[in-house]
């Protein structure tokens, strides 16, 4: 059951009403977040974790993985322990080698974990009737006898059904879908909330029937502390260049002044010159398909 709200006027279900305002009828109910009422959240339930401390890879996952973005490749395996043992789930490994990944792991889990506390308030805040979760990504580490692996860390996470992307970090987003919308009022209401100090974007996941399972967010801030993707504020600058404020957006939600394009609009993930992988070859594996979880994380 929906029904437009008489302040904002957007179509929302029921559970975004009070009972009170639900009983006033069609063209005279007002929302939760136009009431100015958040729904009681916390954290725990938009961070999609991994439930679990035990995987397996084939060798052929590994060796040839089924995706891969701007720095980093995904094998798909299954969990063998845990909540979630036998659900399908993703391992991801930097296409730099070892040099940059203890950098390039501590702050992809930080841009996650701030990613999950932005978009809790978010789903607080009512404006859709739908969840939107993060999935939090953990380091674990290739056990002994995994052979050439072995040692070898990684990102784990729960496996994402229909990936499509939203938006990135260059301004750019697919404007044609309501979920894609959505993702840019989310990204501009990230900016709002944090006075102007950054935007959450690039975002990409999957979509469910009661809402959206998101990962490899990418945080742009003015102190351009969350790794390669973040663009600092010509990334911000950008994105604000290129937005055009939608149906999800609100009017009272900060901009910043005079926004100009620093960077090409693309679909692709951006990153800064100085942190361009210099190597993009796979890594190659004979022995061992099997990793547990790094109990120093």
């Given at each position: 059951?929906a029904?437009?709200c ?9 559970e ?8 006033k ?15 009681p959240?916390?954290a ?25 973005g701007?720095f980093?490749?995904v094998?798909k ?5 845990g909540?979630r ?16 990944e ?9 841009a996650?974990?701030?990613a ?5 308030k ?5 404006f ?29 996470e729960?496996?994402?059904?229909e990936?499509?992307k939203?938006?990135s970090?260059?301004g ?12 840019q ?7 709002h909330?944090s006075n ?6 690039d975002?990409?996941?999957g ?6 399972v ?21 990334g911000?600058?950008?994105f ?35 942190h ?13 398909n ?6 120093d994380?």
């Open positions: 059951m029904r437009y008489a302040a904002c006027d957007r179509l929302l279900a029921k975004s009403y009070t009972k009170t305002q639900w009983t009828g069609d063209g005279r109910s007002r929302c939760r977040s136009c009431l100015g009422q958040h729904i959240l916390d725990s339930q938009t961070a999609r974790r991994n439930n679990a401390n035990r995987a397996t890879f084939t060798n052929d996952a590994l060796n040839y993985p089924f995706a891969s701007s980093r490749w094998a395996g299954k969990y063998t322990e909540n043992r036998g659900e399908a789930c993703v391992c991801k490994w930097f296409k730099t080698g070892g040099v940059m203890a950098r390039f792991f501590n702050t992809d889990v930080a996650s974990q701030k999950v506390e932005v978009i809790t978010w789903n607080s805040k009512g859709i009737d739908k969840m939107v979760k993060v999935n939090l990504p953990e380091v674990w580490t290739f056990d002994s006898g995994s052979g050439q692996w072995a040692g070898q860390k990684v990102l784990q729960p496996f994402i059904q990936y499509q939203f938006n970090n260059t750019w987003a697919d404007d044609s879908i309501p979920w894609s919308r959505v993702m009022a989310l990204s501009h209401f990230t900016y909330i102007g100090q950054g935007v959450l974007c975002l990409q996941g979509v469910y029937q009661d809402g959206v998101l990962t490899d967010p990418v945080i742009m801030s003015k102190e351009q502390k969350y790794g390669p993707t973040d663009l600092g504020t010509a911000i600058s950008t604000f260049a290129h937005h055009n404020c939608n149906e999800y957006c609100r009017s009272e939600w900060r901009k910043p002044r005079n926004a100009q394009s620093y960077y090409r609009p693309t679909a692709h993930t951006t990153m800064e010159n100085n361009v992988p210099t190597r993009t070859s796979r890594p190659h594996m004979t022995l061992g099997v990793y547990d979880d790094d109990s994380y």
